[in-house]
């Protein structure tokens, strides 16, 4: 059975074998080679420069966790762009932190224009802080990030959070250079990895902010996460065997190893630019299916996240379609929150190759032009 929901995703049989290997201590030697082994590569992943002053960390929780850590001592306020069903979970953790919270809120399926985020943050500002999902898993709508940068440059004191959870390692971060001040990812969307562990990153000016700050958590506290991280020393004991499959993964997609048989060879940025390249023929590739097919995206064109399709069912029956498919041995997802039923989503993220993409959409096409669906 192949896996082509939004997460989690294929793991390569290389990756899960990493998680098989004898454990260690986690005060170890071999524990510090393996932080050190992964910290260069993450650096790549979140496109900072080597000069780079912005911190990497890994911490043992599901995205989630980081949703909440992002948001200790960042002050009082709070804009949350709503625009589906995870930017909706951000907004409601923010509330029960106690944070002032302001929405703006676009339809499920939509991205806010930059326009409307200043206009936001001009007329209902200041504000400490503005919390995005660059990639909404939940309607595959991704939020073009220089437009939300070149507006944040205007609004000095506002910390931009940016959730990557399904774009990180899919599309490219370029953390440094939008201005971007905390970004996180759990492991099994683009990442391709079991799930369990995030990925976060952290500039100067959000550890400047928040480190004297109160932070009424232990756990999920990102400066504690941050600097247990740079001393190679977890401050709670972590998901081992995820270290180990997140540090041959990162090397792996730096080597080019996961890309076609064309780009091998590309090594280093070069090959996470390739890795982002094959996610976008990727989207090309489903959209082009679609529209054979009379079917539409829920999101508009230049919303188009490279990682999740989300399409609108039309005449289908998500349930019936979804079975026929799976039936034939791949497992796609229904719509999420607001869109269940009304649209069905495809991952086509991570290490699934194009040519595995091409045989789904040949077995679509075969359940499209010989099952009953309506
Ligand atoms: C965009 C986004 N943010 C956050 C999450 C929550 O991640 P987790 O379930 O790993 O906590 C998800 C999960 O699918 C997601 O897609």
Redesign the pocket.
């Known amino acids: 059975m192949k896996l082509w929901i ?2 989690p995703t294929e793991v390569r049989a290389e990756l899960l074998a990493e998680c098989a290997r004898p454990m260690i201590g986690h005060r170890s030697d071999a524990m510090v080679k393996l932080h050190e082994r992964i910290d260069p590569h993450m650096r790549s992943a979140f496109g900072l420069a080597e000069s780079s002053p912005s911190r990497v960390a890994v911490h043992t929780c ?4 980081l ?1 909440e850590a992002a948001l200790h001592g960042v002050g009082r306020r709070a804009l949350c762009i709503v625009n589906g069903s ?1 930017s909706k979970r951000w907004a409601e953790i923010a509330t029960l932190l106690g944070l002032e919270v302001t929405l703006l809120k676009k339809a499920f399926g939509e991205a806010a224009s930059p326009d409307e985020i200043d206009r936001a943050l001009t007329e209902q500002g200041p504000f400490d802080a503005l919390t995005l ?1 660059s ?3 939940s309607t595959g709508v991704r939020t073009p990030l220089a437009g939300v940068a070149a507006v944040l440059r205007k609004h000095p004191r506002t910390l931009w959070l940016v ?1 990557v ?2 774009y990180l390692a899919g599309m490219p971060v370029d953390f440094d250079t939008h201005g971007i001040d905390f970004a996180f990812a ?1 492991t ?2 683009a990442l391709a990895l079991p ?1 369990g562990l995030t990925v976060l990153c952290a500039s100067q000016r959000y550890l400047e902010r928040v480190r004297p700050a109160v932070r009424r958590s232990y756990y999920l506290d990102a400066v504690r996460v941050i600097d247990g991280h740079a001393e190679r020393k977890t401050p709670a004991t972590p998901c081992i065997p995820l270290y180990f499959a997140l540090a041959r993964q990162l090397e792996d997609i730096s080597d080019g190893v996961t890309l076609p048989e064309f780009d091998r060879g590309l090594r280093g940025a070069a090959a996470w630019r390739a890795r982002y390249a094959k996610h976008e023929r990727m989207q090309r590739a489903t959209e082009a299916w679609a529209t054979k097919h009379g079917l539409e995206f829920v999101p508009a064109p230049e919303h188009r996240s490279w990682t999740v399709a989300c399409i609108r069912k039309g005449a289908l029956d998500v349930a019936k379609f979804l079975a026929a498919v799976k039936q034939r041995g791949h497992t796609l997802s229904n719509g999420y929150g607001d869109l269940k039923d009304l649209s069905f989503r495809i991952g086509h993220m991570g290490d699934h190759t194009e040519a595995d993409l091409a045989r789904l959409l040949e077995v679509c096409d075969e359940v499209l032009a010989t099952v009953a669906l309506r």
Do not use: L, R, Y
Request: glycine share 16%; no cysteine; charged share 15%.
């Open positions: 939004p997460g599901s995205a989630t966790g949703m995870f999902i990639n909404e898993t959730d959870v399904s759990g099994q969307k799930p």
